[in-house]
């Protein structure tokens, strides 16, 4: 069974991506650490999506995260120079505008984790695991706090194995002990802040019929 249209274009644009952000990268021996699993993803989704079809938009969700991923990539996640495009675009400096005393991308994209992910989980539970959306939803945010902190032990373990320096270019913590809580509490309320808008899933354009909205 084929994708829709749509998602085949987000997953090409997901693998496109791969190259743009490992070009003149800015720290190459990360490099692979970063794009590697994207390239691998964008495989194991194609596949997937057409065993298991999800809508279009759970799809778009989790492509949009994927693409700020190897955007934040390509200078690895602290050195991402939005104050500088800021300035160059607006004339103003976003750090100085909103108080911040370090490059705050990566938090961004922690957050954006739970935003991006909280649809297709939902959609994958109540669709393939047969849950109520109450449960569907429980069971999400449980997720988003499984898979951050998981990521984080990643990350520690990165940190053991490798240099200090390319451990800290890696996980961005920019010098902050409590790096690893306030990523995951990002997360969560990524996910939190989707709730007043998750419905029940739509029904795949090419899949089996969506669940109640139980």
């Known amino acids: 069974m084929g994708l829709p249209a ?12 791969v190259p743009l952000s ?9 490099t692979w650490l970063q794009v590697g699993p994207v390239m691998a993803g964008v495989a194991i989704g194609w596949w997937a999506l057409r065993r298991w079809p999800m809508s279009n938009a759970s799809v778009a969700w989790v492509s949009a995260f994927v693409l700020l ?21 607006f004339g ?12 705050m991308f990566d938090r ?9 992910f909280a649809r297709a989980l939902v959609e994958l539970c109540m669709v393939y695991g047969g849950l109520s959306r109450r449960w569907a939803i429980t069971v999400m945010v449980l997720g988003v ?37 306030k990523d995951m ?5 990524g996910c939190l802040v989707t709730l007043p808008w998750i419905n029940a899933p739509q029904q795949p ?10």
């Open 22 to 30: 490992a070009v003149g990268a800015a720290y190459p021996p990360n």
């Open 69 to 89: 991923h190897l955007l934040a990539a390509r200078w690895t996640y602290s050195d991402v120079p939005y104050d500088a495009w800021g300035r160059a675009a």
């Open 185 to 189: 509490a990002l997360a969560l309320l």
């Open 6 to 17: 749509a998602q085949r274009w987000w997953l090409l644009a997901c693998l496109a991506g």
């Open 145 to 181: 706090l499984a898979i951050g902190a998981l990521y984080e032990i990643f990350e520690w373990m990165l940190t053991i194995g490798m240099s200090p320096e390319a451990a800290d270019m890696y996980n961005g913590q920019q010098g902050d002990m409590f790096d690893a809580p």
């Open 205 to 214: 354009d090419h899949s089996r019929p969506g669940p109640s909205a139980s």
């Open 108 to 116: 961004l994209v922690h957050f954006a984790s739970g935003l991006c």
């Open 92 to 103: 103003l400096s976003i750090d100085a505008a909103l108080g911040f005393e370090r490059n």
